[in-house]
């Protein structure tokens, strides 16, 4: 008897220690996206980075070298669309930040909706004026609310609004983005919720934002910084009425010429900033609490402000990105300590790169330049009149893509003609690389071929019908800093690290797309797959 009480409790242990060897789901899902985030940021900068931000996501999480956006146009609300819904702007309708829209012939924004109101700023206050009701497919954090019964909460955080809104969701308990001006406040709309929770209200009034209103010089020695080209140079933009783009900036003296506490967002304190705010919205909603799993969005905009304007090239990149990698691991020790390490997932990507100032290529013997919309748009319009007798045609040019006027067809076979005497002009036009139709666009296979990215980001409602493709490193741009949408690596390419509960340890040349996270993220945590999801489960970083 005694022999067999003793194997029971040898038994029972085995289990027990069994039992602790399987993780459970994860509490918290952390999905961080760093705005205009070029891949070889990782590695570009890394003898700089701290054990504990990026390198602890690399060293203890599962990396992907290979990992691309599949679309165009690589923008900021497409990018946060596809990473959260798992499919691409033919699917999801996200076509671009802003975009044309053919049926009320008027530019529409992404997440604009004049049917809400803001809370935290004057009810007429466009700011405030945001949802996310253009998104026209769930996110894996809808389909995690549906599948818990709506006790799973979200919560969206960003400088930007769609930074936040897209991300979160239709079903979001919240979003929160910054709004600078005079009032440099978190604020949201009545879409979510009847008023601001009284914790946003606190740290509004606690003027948090102002205390970064300081200087911003080199977190490291600048002489360090070799990795980035010199200080001062003709690249970049800098602030409004400081003569050069060098360190250091008096943020307080140069914040009534630069938009008051919107200066912020063009530094990398407009990410410390966004931190704290994260910080007490996991605290105070309680997040990774209990046994139905939170997701929490977190997007940090500053890098893309500071990308824009003083180019990926810049002294000041390189100082954002050195202080977002603490960042990161002030996240990650917070999350440690606040929901358990262990208890959460969390995954880094990006919502698109960018490209060298072309000018900067151009002195580097390297093609690139500048290409005029207004210029063509005229020659080509000439064209059309002179030629076909087609005056007035184009409605609109955005995004690289040519808005004919219905009105002017009788028949349908006169809109496809015109269609093709749009793409003949252009294939001659300098720096155009390629030229698609719409009709070619709904009528081909282009599996496998350069247009395939530009069917992937083709909406048939909201998408124009001719699209054009420049040559490379050729934008429409100012002639100072960065910026991106192409589908050339250098705005494609985009890192994604994947960490914590149910995530392996290792790393992958394999190539995986945007659309994959999603997916991959709805197996983790044994969900349906968001509604217009396509991307693929990556199941080599599943345990």
């Known amino acids: 008897m005694k022999f067999k009480i003793a194997v029971l409790f040898l038994l029972l242990i085995q289990v027990q220690l069994f039992a602790q060897d399987i993780p459970g789901k994860a509490k918290l899902v952390v999905g961080v996206v760093v705005d205009q985030m070029r891949y070889d940021y990782l590695t570009k900068f890394q003898k700089d980075y701290s054990e504990d931000g990026f390198k602890r996501l690399q060293r203890e999480g599962f990396e992907m070298k290979n990992f691309h956006f599949n679309y165009v146009p690589t923008y900021t609300g497409p990018g946060h669309a596809s990473v959260y819904t798992g499919t691409s702007p033919m699917n999801h309708g996200i076509v671009a930040n802003n975009w044309y829209n053919k049926v009320i012939k008027e530019r529409v924004y992404c997440v604009s909706d004049p049917s809400v109101t803001g809370l935290g700023v004057d009810s007429d206050n466009r700011d405030g004026k945001m949802s996310p009701h253009r998104m026209l497919t769930t996110s894996f954090a809808d389909q995690n609310r549906l599948h818990t019964q709506f006790r799973g909460k979200t919560?969206?955080?960003?400088?930007?609004?769609?930074?936040?809104?897209?991300?979160?969701?239709?079903?979001?308990?919240?979003?929160?983005?910054?709004?600078?001006?005079?009032?440099?406040?978190?604020?949201?709309?009545?879409?979510?919720?009847?008023?601001?929770?009284?914790?946003?209200?606190?740290?509004?009034?606690?003027?948090?934002?102002?205390?970064?209103?300081?200087?911003?010089?080199t977190y490291q020695d600048i002489s360090t910084y070799t990795e980035s080209g010199s200080d001062l140079n003709d690249y970049e933009n800098g602030f409004s009425s400081k003569e050069e783009a060098t360190f250091p900036y008096n943020l307080k003296k140069l914040a009534k010429e630069n938009g008051d506490y919107s200066i912020i967002r063009s530094t990398p304190y407009g990410n410390d900033l966004?931190?704290?705010?994260?910080?007490?919205?996991?605290?105070?909603?309680?997040?990774?609490?209990?046994?139905?799993?939170?997701?929490?969005?977190?997007?940090?905009?500053?890098?893309?402000?500071?990308?824009?304007?003083?180019?990926?090239?810049?002294?000041?990149?390189?100082?954002?990105?050195?202080?977002?990698?603490?960042?990161?691991?002030?996240?990650?020790?917070?999350?440690?300590?606040?929901?358990?390490?262990?208890?959460?997932?969390?995954?880094?990507?990006?919502?698109?790169?960018?490209v060298h100032v072309p000018q900067f290529l151009k002195?580097?013997?390297?093609?690139?330049?500048?290409?005029?919309?207004?210029?063509?748009?005229?020659?080509?319009?000439?064209?059309?009149?002179?030629?076909?007798?087609?005056?007035?045609?184009?409605?609109?040019?955005?995004?690289?893509?040519?808005?004919?006027?219905?009105?002017?067809?009788?028949?349908?076979?006169?809109?496809?003609?015109?269609?093709?005497?749009?793409?003949?002009?252009?294939?001659?036009?300098?720096?155009?690389?390629?030229?698609?139709?719409?009709?070619?666009?709904?009528?081909?296979?282009?599996?496998?071929?350069?247009?395939?990215?530009?069917?992937?980001?083709?909406?048939?409602?909201?998408?124009?019908?001719?699209?054009?493709?420049?040559?490379?490193?050729?934008?429409?741009?100012?002639?100072?800093?960065?910026?991106?949408?192409?589908?050339?690596?250098?705005?494609?390419?985009?890192?994604?690290?994947?960490?914590?509960?149910?995530?392996?340890?290792?790393?992958?040349?394999?190539?995986?797309?945007?659309p994959d996270i999603a997916p991959t993220i709805s197996a983790l945590l044994g969900i349906e797959l968001p509604s217009g999801a396509t991307g693929t489960i990556i199941s080599e970083v599943l345990e």
């Open 363 to 514: 002195d580097n013997k390297i093609p690139a330049g500048y290409f005029e919309v207004d210029e063509m748009r005229a020659a080509l319009e000439d064209y059309l009149s002179a030629e076909f007798g087609l005056d007035h045609v184009i409605e609109s040019i955005y995004n690289h893509q040519i808005f004919l006027d219905y009105s002017k067809f009788d028949s349908y076979a006169e809109f496809v003609a015109a269609q093709n005497e749009v793409k003949h002009f252009l294939l001659q036009y300098k720096n155009i690389d390629k030229v698609y139709t719409r009709e070619m666009l709904e009528n081909s296979d282009f599996t496998d071929t350069p247009a395939e990215l530009i069917l992937r980001g083709f909406h048939q409602k909201r998408s124009g019908d001719v699209a054009y493709v420049l040559e490379n490193a050729y934008i429409s741009y100012s002639k100072k800093g960065s910026t991106h949408g192409s589908g050339n690596n250098y705005d494609t390419q985009a890192p994604l690290l994947m960490y914590g509960n149910g995530i392996k340890s290792g790393k992958t040349y394999k190539r995986y797309h945007i």
């Open 274 to 354: 966004l931190l704290d705010f994260a910080k007490q919205a996991i605290v105070n909603e309680e997040l990774g609490q209990d046994e139905f799993t939170d997701v929490f969005t977190l997007s940090f905009s500053s890098t893309d402000y500071v990308g824009h304007n003083f180019g990926v090239n810049s002294k000041e990149i390189q100082d954002t990105y050195v202080r977002l990698d603490r960042n990161i691991a002030d996240l990650m020790t917070f999350l440690d300590q606040q929901v358990g390490k262990g208890n959460y997932t969390l995954f880094l990507t990006a919502d698109h790169g960018a």
């Open 155 to 217: 919560i969206g955080v960003s400088i930007k609004d769609r930074g936040a809104i897209l991300p979160a969701g239709h079903t979001a308990n919240a979003a929160y983005w910054f709004v600078g001006g005079d009032q440099g406040d978190f604020i949201s709309s009545d879409f979510y919720m009847d008023k601001l929770p009284k914790w946003v209200t606190k740290f509004n009034a606690s003027d948090v934002a102002k205390s970064y209103l300081k200087v911003w010089d």
